[in-house]
């Protein structure tokens, strides 16, 4: 079992940036992956970004970038250049063999 703790998001005008964080309650070093969705209402979630286990990363968004600190347990979600369309809540998982891990979720909202 993991717990996926996030933080993070809010409101900010468009334009600003955001970083998201979410810390898991073991060692994240043997995770299979990384990554963050989102939904937005009325839509289905989606992956925004993914970091695998040996580094690589893959994105949906170029604006946004997906690292992690393997020492404090944690990834993160760093978004720049924020658009109205990124209001959504924002999830964390991990991949663990064939397990998904989910985060609680955080709501990030951006005015235009």
């Known amino acids: 079992q993991v717990q996926l703790v996030q933080s993070g998001g809010g409101l900010v005008q468009a334009g600003g940036s955001l970083r998201l964080s979410c810390a898991a309650s073991r060692n994240i070093f043997n995770f299979d992956a990384l990554g963050w969705y989102r939904q937005a209402p009325g839509k289905q979630r989606e992956l925004v970004a993914r970091i695998t286990k040996d580094g690589r990363t893959n994105y949906a968004e170029g604006r946004y970038t997906i690292s992690r600190d393997i020492a404090k347990n944690t990834a993160y979600l760093q978004m720049n250049t924020l658009k109205p369309e990124d209001t959504a809540v924002y999830y964390c998982?991990?991949?663990?063999?064939?397990?998904?891990?989910w985060g609680q979720g955080t709501q990030v909202t951006v005015s235009s």
């Open positions: 998982n991990a991949q663990i063999g064939s397990f998904d891990y």
